[in-house]
């Protein structure tokens, strides 16, 4: 069974999602508090498997209890239980097992309950530490598709192309438009797999087949799904250097 803490500023949040916990049968509530400094100390203590954890707290915020218990513990999982979806990729870009949204729907913790069963090593009741995004091949990027919260894995993503102040990201089974700008995704993506190569275009290097070289020193790349993306004068260097040609 699942040992978990509750962090809300919001009595009725918190007697809601003790509730719906356990009435699960997975979990077994440790503790709650409404501050992020009671939080802290109790949970060093309790040491549970995870944690729900608001992002509003009064005049605490969420996010940077996050990284306080990330430092504590890189074991506990944490899921964000929120009002507020606009800070859902910091929460994932913070290792968050999962981003729910309140007023909670009892369908969806049991989701969540899952998907931190499946993360468990067999034998061991802890959730397995989370490699950080930015340095994993088989890592991901959230991103918000039509409000819909998506994780992409980096070994899917083909390229990524910008047009007109959007985003366009080609993945091996689909293309997802996104509002936020290439070079705010560019600073999350795995540097030794993302490559610019245009201003409007980063292509992810295992997907590349082939190098044509184009018009004044300039090349198109061929990549594993016969898409062309062109390389700029700018870039050829890098391209070169990483690529060893």
């Known amino acids: 069974m699942l040992r978990a803490y509750i962090v809300d500023d919001e009595p009725l949040a918190r007697d809601e999602l003790k509730y719906l916990l356990i ?3 997975r979990v077994k509530i440790l503790g709650e508090s409404d501050c992020l400094e009671d939080a802290v100390a109790d949970i060093s203590e309790l040491r549970p498997d995870l944690v729900f954890l608001d992002i509003e707290l009064g005049e605490d915020n969420g996010l940077s209890l996050a ?11 944490i899921v964000f239980a929120t009002a507020y979806d606009e800070y859902a990729l ?11 949204l309140k007023p909670y729907d009892e369908n969806r913790i049991q989701k969540t ?3 931190i069963k499946k993360m468990q090593k067999i034998g061991n009741q802890n959730v397995p530490t989370h490699s950080p995004l930015k340095n994993d091949r088989n890592g991901k990027i959230a ?12 070994a899917d993503i083909i390229y990524l192309e910008s047009s007109e102040g959007k ?3 080609k993945t091996i089974e689909q293309e997802y438009k996104i509002s936020e700008a290439l070079v705010a995704l560019e600073k999350k993506l795995n540097k030794d797999q993302f490559l610019r190569v245009h201003r409007s275009f980063i292509v992810n290097v295992d997907h590349i087949d082939e190098i044509e070289p184009w018009f004044n020193s300039t090349y198109n790349l061929i990549m594993k799904d016969s898409s062309k993306v062109p390389v700029s004068r700018t870039y050829v260097k890098e391209l070169k250097q990483l690529l060893d040609f």
Request: aromatic residues 6%; negative net charge.
């Open 167 to 169: 985003c366009t990201i």
């Open 113 to 115: 309950l899952e998907k």
């Open 23 to 25: 009435r699960s049968k």
């Open 90 to 100: 910091q929460a994932f870009e913070l290792n968050a097992v999962d981003y729910i």
């Open 143 to 154: 991103v918000i598709v039509d409000e819909r919260i998506i994780l992409l894995t980096y």
């Open 67 to 77: 990284k306080q218990l990330e430092a504590l513990d890189q074991t506990l999982a």
